[in-house]
């Protein structure tokens, strides 16, 4: 018996990095996983490589608009018959100073992911309260607490904490369980993409940044699915409100 048989959880931007780390582990334990992301023939081709018994399914929505998350979230009540946990990952970068950061570079970070987890969690939060059952897990960053040429993506990454008290609060009281984790550094293609975009080598990179924390190593993908499978479980049932910071220390 896996901890998430008979549940069904979306994960969105799951078609790779931390999203598909986290789609395979709910998967692994049971559940019938619906991969959103905008490119949904790979959302599809993740989906079919997760493995686990239950069903897995690819869906091509845009967070960010409210009619692609309502069609969405619509076909997995529809092909997987249910929804009880909703992982909002998506997420995207346009680093800049400020001087530099456009109108442009502000609004699409802000709209995926904050504009994207309120959309989501809003048409989620449906069947939640109707069934008095739901996990929500957002993802936040370490770089909430500030990161240079990340006004963008460090003011809504805390505002994505801001939303999981509020949200847990909201929902508290109808079975919901809402909840955050912000990783550390995290060794994905986005991260490497960083490091190409300021020419460094990729290894040296994730190298530079395992020494800025204590455990002196990078996280990986499946180091956030261990604590999103914690938290979306009924183990985590009297969590609620909470931002997890899994980031081998850094934030000590």
């Not at 400020?98 to 809003?122: I, P, Q, R, Y």
């Not at 990986?220 to 604590?227: C, K, N, S």
């Amino acid at each position: 018996m896996g901890r998430y048989d008979g549940r069904v959880a979306i994960v969105t931007g799951a078609a790779r990095g931390i999203g598909a780390g986290t789609a395979k582990r709910f998967a692994e334990e049971g559940a019938a996983v619906a991969i959103f992301d905008l490119d949904e023939a790979q959302a599809a081709e993740t989906a079919a490589g997760l493995g686990g018994a239950a069903k897995a399914i690819g869906v091509g929505v845009n967070v960010a608009d409210a009619a692609s998350v309502e069609a969405g979230v619509a076909r997995v009540l529809d092909e997987l018959g249910g929804l009880h946990v909703l992982v909002n990952n998506a997420g995207i970068t346009r680093d800049n100073l400020l001087f530099k950061l456009t109108e442009e570079d502000w609004d699409s970070v802000l709209n995926v992911h904050l504009k994207g987890a309120f959309l989501m969690s809003k048409a989620a939060q449906k069947t939640f309260v109707e069934q008095k059952y739901g996990k929500i897990l957002n993802l936040s960053s370490i770089s909430a607490n500030g990161n240079r040429g990340q006004a963008n993506y460090s003011a809504a990454k805390a505002g994505v904490q801001g939303f999981t008290r509020t949200l847990a609060l909201e929902l508290g009281p109808f079975g919901v369980n809402v909840n955050a984790i912000a990783p550390g550094f995290i060794a994905t293609e986005m991260t490497d993409d960083t490091a190409r975009r300021l020419k460094m080598d990729v290894d040296e990179f994730r190298k530079l940044n395992a020494e800025a924390n204590p455990v002196k190593r990078v996280g990986f993908p499946e180091d956030i699915a261990a604590a999103a499978a914690f938290l979306c479980s009924d183990e985590a049932s009297y969590i609620t409100g909470q931002t997890l910071y899994v980031d081998g220390g850094a934030k000590i």
